[in-house]
């Protein structure tokens, strides 16, 4: 069974939420090549735990995380 591609459109909006609150001047490659060198190869991370993940890196990143 195929997953919904409709799982994608919400993904993208927050991941473009995301970079633009908390490093809107990194450009994507950026943002990812710096992701992956903390958190490995998110090749087998699905998009819910993607995005856990690399919120809780770019707080940590920026020091966002304490509020």
């Known amino acids: 069974m195929a997953r919904s591609t409709e799982r ?3 993904f993208y909006d927050k991941m473009k939420f995301l970079h633009q609150k908390y490093v809107p ?10 992701f992956i060198g903390t958190y490995g190869d998110p090749f087998y991370f699905e998009e819910d735990k993607f995005l856990e993940k690399i919120e809780t890196y770019l707080k940590e990143v920026t020091g966002n995380g304490q509020n």
């Open 8 to 10: 994608l459109d919400s």
């Open 25 to 34: 001047d990194w450009r994507f490659g950026q943002l990812m090549v710096n």
